[in-house]
């Protein structure tokens, strides 16, 4: 079974886009290396990768009964010029619980095996991740 999504991302101005979707909207630089239009969109797609992940973290541990306290991700990607890719993402997972480390490394697994993005996107661009207890 397939899921639809559907975003629209329109002009607003010479410096940002507008993205929305079920009533709510986003705003994003859309000038390039202007740093005070928004988050460009390199930011915006680290910033829907930890999104996701921070999502299937949640819902694996409700799930899995892994009481967590906090959860926070940090993200780097690295780009070349030519052609213009990104040619590497790395990420720290920070998890806040008490839970042994083994559960909460079985719950990092899943949550890397259950993210949309995070499979999606290794197909493509070579991404490292870790996790550490905060």
Do not use: H
Request: charged share 25%.
């Amino acid at each position: 079974m397939l899921q639809a999504y559907s975003v629209e991302v329109r002009r607003q101005d010479a410096q940002r886009a507008v993205a929305e979707t079920r009533g709510f909207s986003l705003v994003l630089g859309a000038r390039r290396a202007d740093m005070e239009a928004g988050f460009n969109p390199v930011e915006t797609l680290l910033a829907a990768l930890g999104s996701c992940l921070l999502t299937g973290i949640q819902f694996v541990a409700e799930s899995s009964k892994v009481p967590l306290e906090g959860a926070r991700v940090v993200l780097e990607a690295y780009r070349e010029d030519k052609p213009p890719r990104i040619v590497r993402i790395g990420f720290v997972m920070y998890l806040e619980s008490p839970a042994p480390v083994e559960r909460l490394e079985r719950l990092y697994e899943l949550t890397l095996k259950n993210s949309t993005l995070f499979q999606s996107l290794k197909a493509a661009i070579p991404i490292t991740g870790r996790w550490e207890r905060t």
